[in-house]
């Protein structure tokens, strides 16, 4: 038995993410050179090191506030493409800005789609949010085949890769906007004007 | 008439399954169509070997990443299937899943060059944030084509 900051005791919980597993994600981040790639690489590496269902990765579409889907990895593509993914709806307070822990999903009422989570054959969720300049720009998840007690430290762990992430995201979309200036002011130089 | 190949990438989504209904309404019945199927994905990330405490940790979950894949590549088949049940000769429905080793808008570009196809379906939804982070696809396959007919599914 051990005791959190708030002296209230829980049970004892295997940690499963330490420096060997981080070295090993960090690497897959920082080696791919697109963020498509990275994102993939990412839930497969998260799926194989904590022996998870499934992982996924999100992006907030601020407009529609809606999650939509940038890489997942081990579920099935019915249950990932089951419709879309309002914040209102599913698991909303990650996008507060607060990891949630769906220890058991049979005894939760956070899911938008609870029966195709059970057909699934999740039985648990984590959910992370992945900010970047205090705002959510989206969200990482975690799915368990079994109800799962993941320890405070793995938690913990989770927000900081997710800041990561956020750090990656927020380049990637930069360079990205970067490149279509480029290409924009290419095809103006193509219909006429001088090159700079 | 010659055969016009056809070049559907398929990632399972909503909109690739409207984009595989066009493709079936539109050219089920031409027998001088040949529809390939195509999905890359991305392989399991090679893991340095000299951090053995990883690897050993990571070993028995690898081979799970591999089944995961070949289940992707078995769930592409039945796309191909459903070409079939809905007039496309079986011979004429090809599938490819290959590993990816880019972004997918240039794997789409690669394959259809290298092999000469006349169309591409692709799919496309509007408005998608990801398109931020990722650039958007059906736009990048076709600035780059050229002398392809691109359908574009949205």
Same mark, same amino acid.
């Given at each position: 038995?051990?005791f ?9 919980v295997?940690e499963?993410?330490? =420096?060997? =597993?981080?070295k090993v994600?960090?690497?897959?981040i ?5 963020l ?5 690489h990412l839930?497969q590496l998260?799926?194989?090191a ?6 996924t ?6 407009n529609?506030?809606e999650?939509e ?7 099935s593509?019915k249950y990932?493409?089951k ?7 599913? =698991?909303g &307070?990650?996008?507060?800005k607060?990891?949630?822990? =769906?220890?058991?999903?049979?005894k939760?009422k956070?899911?938008?789609y609870?029966?195709?989570a ?7 969720i984590?959910?992370?949010?992945i /900010?970047?300049?205090?705002k959510a /720009?989206g ?7 079994d109800?799962?007690?993941i320890?405070?430290k ?7 890769l ?5 750090? &990656? ?5 930069l360079?990205?906007?970067?490149q279509? /200036?480029?290409?924009?002011?290419d095809d103006i130089q193509? /219909? ?5 | 008439?010659?055969? #016009?190949?056809l ?9 690739? %399954? @409207? ?6 309404s ?5 027998e001088?169509?040949?529809?390939t199927v195509?999905?890359a ?6 893991i ?7 690897t050993?940790k990571l ?7 591999? #089944?995961k894949?070949t ?5 592409l ?11 496309f000769?079986?011979?004429?429905? $090809?599938t490819v899943? %290959?590993?990816?080793k @880019?972004?997918?808008a240039?794997e789409i ?5 290298k092999n000469?196809?006349d169309?591409?379906v692709?799919? $496309? ?16 396959v076709?600035?780059a084509?050229?002398?392809v007919?691109?359908c574009v599914?949205?």
């Amino acid at each position: 038995m051990r005791f959190n900051q708030q002296g209230r005791n829980f049970m004892s919980v295997e940690e499963k993410i330490d =420096i060997d =597993i981080f070295k090993v994600v960090f690497r897959a981040i920082a080696e791919s050179d697109n963020l498509e790639i990275m994102a993939n690489h990412l839930t497969q590496l998260l799926v194989a090191a904590l022996e998870l269902k499934g992982c996924t990765l999100f992006a907030l579409n601020q407009n529609s506030q809606e999650l939509e889907v940038l890489a997942s990895f081990g579920l099935s593509m019915k249950y990932v493409h089951k419709g879309p993914l309002l914040t209102a709806k599913s =698991i909303g &307070a990650t996008l507060e800005k607060k990891p949630i822990v =769906i220890r058991d999903i049979n005894k939760t009422k956070l899911l938008q789609y609870p029966d195709d989570a059970k057909n699934e054959g999740i039985g648990a969720i984590i959910s992370v949010p992945i /900010i970047f300049n205090s705002k959510a /720009i989206g969200a990482l998840r975690l799915y368990h085949h079994d109800a799962w007690e993941i320890s405070d430290k793995d938690i913990d762990s989770m927000l900081v890769l997710a800041e990561n992430i956020g750090l &990656a995201m927020t380049y990637t979309r930069l360079l990205n906007a970067v490149q279509t /200036i480029r290409y924009t002011v290419d095809d103006i130089q193509s /219909i006429g004007l001088e090159p700079l | 008439m010659a055969t #016009q190949k056809l070049l559907l990438p398929y990632n399972f989504t909503r909109f690739d %399954q @409207k984009a595989l209904d066009f493709v079936i309404s539109t050219f089920g019945k031409l027998e001088e169509v040949e529809v390939t199927v195509f999905n890359a994905y991305t392989p399991v990330p090679e893991i340095e070997t000299a951090a053995s405490s990883v690897t050993g940790k990571l070993k028995g979950s690898l081979s799970y990443l591999s #089944q995961k894949i070949t289940e992707q590549e078995t769930e592409l088949k039945t796309i191909k299937q459903k070409l079939v049940d809905n007039g496309f000769a079986d011979g004429r429905v $090809h599938t490819v899943f %290959q590993p990816r080793k @880019k972004e997918v808008a240039g794997e789409i570009i690669d394959i259809a060059t290298k092999n000469k196809f006349d169309i591409i379906v692709i799919s $496309h939804k509007p408005g998608k944030a990801t398109r931020f982070f990722t650039g958007s696809r059906y736009s990048k396959v076709i600035s780059a084509l050229k002398d392809v007919t691109v359908c574009v599914v949205s």
